[in-house]
């Protein structure tokens, strides 16, 4: 579990928490926030496996991160933290520090790795004066005493992509994540993130514009309706977009027979779930 730690980004926490979960599955040793100095010196992510295992071929372990050695050191950027060239140095510092409390000596066992939401115009004209070249599309690697590795999660293709970062990418990645993982429940970590993401972003423009049920269909439409979905797990977002069967009607609308089926079963888990909080209140 992610801990929490003050003034720390709620997003970059969720995505901590879904690629530890993804390296675990993996079977892989994983450890967020390692201090690496007296200061608030801090590693977001730390992902190690044993000298013997081997993690090419892994149906766990997503093909963007086959490169990984022994140990590595991980620094994530969201869409609301963007990348310096000073995170840059510092991921290089803090992999020389956990080296040294470590005792790690060898530079070929090691890897630090970068994973942002995207580069900016003179970020990119930058990197080759800190030695990265491209390594592919949305990665680009410096080979200095130890490899590192810089990942643009908006520039990665959908093959490299996995579904951990497809969510903090873009609107249209995340709604093909969304409809893909509802009412699985290997994926509940994904969703949860999804659905903060989604029902904190409705609230807001909910109570910026005062949206009437009659205006709704226009909402939905500007919106998207994976967002809408996300917010409806609770009974009174239903009613405050106009009641069950007029939200069900406009979310229905030129859905194809799978989607709609998932979403009868999100709104039928939502009963489901009040009448069991119910009965358990009455007894």
Same mark, same amino acid.
């Given at each position: 579990?992610?801990?929490?730690?003050?003034?720390?980004?709620?997003?970059?926490?969720?995505?901590?928490?879904? /690629?530890?979960?993804?390296?675990? &599955?993996?079977?892989?040793?994983?450890?967020?926030?390692?201090? !690496?100095?007296? /200061?608030?010196?801090?590693?977001?992510?730390?992902?190690?496996r044993r000298a013997a295992q081997k993690?090419?071929?892994?149906?766990?372990?997503?093909?963007?991160?086959?490169?990984?050695?022994?140990?590595?050191?991980?620094?994530?950027?969201?869409?609301?933290?963007?990348?310096?060239?000073?995170?840059?140095?510092?991921?290089?510092?803090?992999?020389?520090?956990?080296?040294?409390?470590?005792?790690?000596?060898?530079?070929? =066992?090691?890897?630090?790795?970068? !994973?942002?939401?995207?580069?900016?115009?003179?970020?990119?004209?930058?990197?080759?004066?800190?030695?990265?070249?491209?390594?592919?599309?949305?990665?680009?690697?410096?080979?200095?005493?130890?490899?590192?590795?810089?990942?643009?999660?908006?520039?990665?293709?959908?093959?490299?992509?996995?579904? =951990?970062?497809? !969510?903090?990418?873009?609107?249209?990645?995340?709604?093909?994540?969304?409809?893909?993982?509802?009412?699985?429940?290997?994926?509940?970590?994904?969703?949860?993130?999804?659905?903060?993401?989604?029902?904190?972003?409705?609230? &807001?423009?909910?109570?910026?514009?005062?949206?009437?049920?009659?205006?709704?269909?226009?909402?939905?439409?500007?919106?998207?309706? =994976?967002?809408?979905?996300?917010?409806?797990?609770?009974?009174?977002?239903?009613?405050?977009?106009?009641?069950?069967?007029?939200? /069900?009607?406009?979310?229905?609308?030129?859905?194809?027979?799978?989607?709609?089926?998932?979403?009868?079963?999100?709104?039928?888990?939502?009963?489901?779930?009040?009448?069991?909080?119910?009965?358990?209140?009455?007894?």
């Amino acid at each position: 579990m992610v801990r929490k730690r003050r003034g720390f980004k709620q997003y970059e926490a969720r995505l901590i928490q879904l /690629l530890r979960w993804r390296f675990e &599955k993996a079977k892989l040793k994983v450890d967020d926030h390692l201090k !690496v100095g007296k /200061l608030p010196l801090e590693i977001d992510l730390i992902v190690n496996r044993r000298a013997a295992q081997k993690t090419r071929g892994s149906s766990s372990l997503p093909q963007l991160f086959e490169y990984f050695k022994r140990y590595n050191v991980m620094e994530l950027k969201t869409e609301q933290d963007p990348l310096a060239l000073g995170d840059l140095l510092k991921l290089q510092a803090y992999t020389w520090l956990y080296m040294q409390r470590h005792k790690i000596y060898s530079v070929a =066992e090691v890897t630090a790795t970068a !994973v942002v939401h995207h580069l900016t115009p003179a970020m990119i004209a930058a990197l080759p004066a800190l030695g990265y070249k491209p390594a592919g599309r949305g990665i680009l690697r410096c080979d200095s005493a130890f490899v590192s590795y810089l990942i643009s999660i908006e520039d990665l293709p959908d093959e490299l992509a996995p579904e =951990e970062l497809q !969510v903090f990418s873009n609107s249209k990645r995340r709604q093909r994540v969304f409809l893909a993982s509802l009412g699985k429940r290997e994926k509940k970590s994904l969703m949860d993130t999804m659905f903060d993401l989604y029902e904190s972003e409705v609230n &807001k423009l909910m109570a910026l514009y005062n949206i009437k049920p009659k205006s709704m269909r226009k909402f939905i439409n500007a919106l998207g309706k =994976e967002k809408v979905i996300a917010a409806i797990r609770k009974e009174e977002m239903i009613a405050a977009l106009g009641g069950k069967e007029r939200l /069900l009607k406009l979310l229905l609308a030129d859905m194809n027979p799978e989607q709609r089926q998932k979403i009868l079963a999100q709104f039928n888990g939502n009963g489901a779930a009040k009448r069991r909080s119910t009965k358990a209140r009455a007894n």
